[in-house]
């Protein structure tokens, strides 16, 4: 159930949070693509314009922190993109952004942004291999330093999980496995994706040991 427009439309009571030293927000909804394992498609549609960023930000942090899917997906977004690479802002696409859709030209509209810490790709498949590769070597020619990138990675058959893992490694990308979780059968991800994303996501672990030893 959608929400009433007057509420989609009220600024955020930052104070009954106030820990919180970061804005948060959507510049975009929805989503182009239909990934087997994703929802948004479902709950949100297609992707649309949705605020500005000067609708979003705070005037007591320069913090920014924005929940689109694929911010990259439609002209809109990637004009908010440069946009704010023109402003102070410190920024977290905390959803990350689809590596298929970064040209040159997106890279350097990223290397102008002040990042809080990384830039966030997803490679949930082999196939989209080339594009972080790809997309990787347009943001660092385009200015984003070389130790802030981060990658998410979906893990289902353990064995092609770890290639993509080796493969950003490699990269010096950091990786952060997340195991599939079958929402619509209800089925909970399995003991060893579970172990194979502790080994991931640990990165004392991650840097010192191998998986061969660590699963054993």
């Not at 439309?9 to 989503?31: E, H, N, Q």
């Not at 977290?92 to 030209?105: K, S």
């Not at 350097?108 to 790709?121: E, P």
């Not at 929402?183 to 080994?199: G, L, M």
Request: positive net charge; aromatic residues 14%.
């Amino acid at each position: 159930i959608p929400l009433p427009k007057e509420i989609e439309k009220m600024f955020p009571d930052y104070s009954i949070y106030p820990t919180v030293d970061y804005a948060i927000g959507f510049l975009t909804r929805g989503c182009p693509n239909k990934c087997p394992w994703c929802v948004v498609p479902r709950k949100e549609g297609n992707i649309r314009t949705y605020r500005t960023w000067q609708e979003i930000v705070r005037q007591d942090t320069t913090n920014l922190t924005l929940l689109d899917n694929n911010v990259l997906a439609c002209d809109y977004g990637i004009d908010q993109i440069d946009q704010l690479g023109k402003t102070k802002y410190k920024v977290d696409f905390n959803q990350g952004l689809d590596t298929r859709l970064i040209t040159a030209e997106i890279g350097r509209l990223l290397g102008k942004i002040h990042w809080q810490r990384f830039i966030r790709f997803a490679c949930d498949t082999k196939s989209q291999m080339p594009w972080v590769e790809q997309a990787h070597r347009y943001c660092i020619e385009g200015g984003v330093p070389k130790s802030s990138f981060f990658c998410y990675v979906l893990v289902k058959d353990i064995k092609d999980a770890y290639e993509r893992v080796e493969f950003l490694r490699k990269l010096n990308i950091d990786p952060f496995a997340q195991p599939y979780r079958d929402f619509e059968n209800n089925i909970e991800p399995t003991i060893e994706q579970r172990n194979f994303a502790r080994w991931v996501n640990h990165k004392a672990i991650f840097k010192t040991t191998k998986w061969e030893d660590y699963k054993g």
